[in-house]
């Protein structure tokens, strides 16, 4: 099964989520991460709930990120200038499309044939692990290197 860190956590959440000097580490390691973008004065930053740390453009250009843009003002940039790069946006809406086809699925909808469930740990009455399995998921979690994925895999087999 393909995974994602969410916000470069790989342990659980914590405070230094989209940390760009963690990111760059987890990179190197071979994972693939969804970031939170913003786009501001002609300036991009990461953080979740607001533009928290200023990275170079360049940041973006590493090819195992979904950029996940954090308001219309980051996403119509991203369409305009970056176009080539991996990026979507939504709020709650049960599912959204990612520039590059994928069908990305609001915690806790149902998983889709080929989609990215996110935070199935939130919700595991939802899935079971044959479903995601069988339906070739990609999962977006938190905890990718700790106990919950192995109880998750383990518990709904």
């Known amino acids: ?5 969410h ?3 790989n ?9 760009p000097k963690k990111l760059m580490k987890l990179l190197k390691e071979g ?3 969804e970031i939170d973008l913003w786009y ?11 533009p928290e740390y200023e990275i170079e453009e360049s940041f973006l250009e590493q090819n195992k990120l979904w950029i996940h843009c954090k308001d ?13 790069l991996h990026y979507f946006y939504h709020t709650n809406e049960d599912y959204v499309l990612t520039s590059k086809g994928y069908i990305w699925c609001f915690v806790g909808k149902p998983a ?6 996110v935070m199935p ?22 905890y990718v290197e700790t106990d919950i994925v192995k109880m998750f895999e383990h518990m709904l087999v």
């Not at 501001?40 to 607001?50: A, T």
């Not at 889709?112 to 469930?117: A, E, G, R």
């Open 1 to 5: 099964m393909r995974w994602i860190l």
């Open 7 to 9: 916000r470069g956590n």
């Open 11 to 19: 342990t659980g959440p914590n405070s230094v989520e989209n940390n």
């Open 31 to 33: 994972y693939e991460i």
């Open 40 to 50: 501001r004065d002609n300036k991009f930053y990461l953080g979740h709930d607001f």
């Open 72 to 84: 219309p003002q980051t996403l119509e940039f991203m369409n305009t200038a970056k176009k080539y």
């Open 112 to 117: 889709l044939l080929n989609s990215v469930v």
């Open 121 to 142: 740990e939130k919700s595991l009455e939802t899935y079971s692990y044959n479903e995601l399995v069988s339906k070739n998921c990609i999962i977006c979690s938190d």
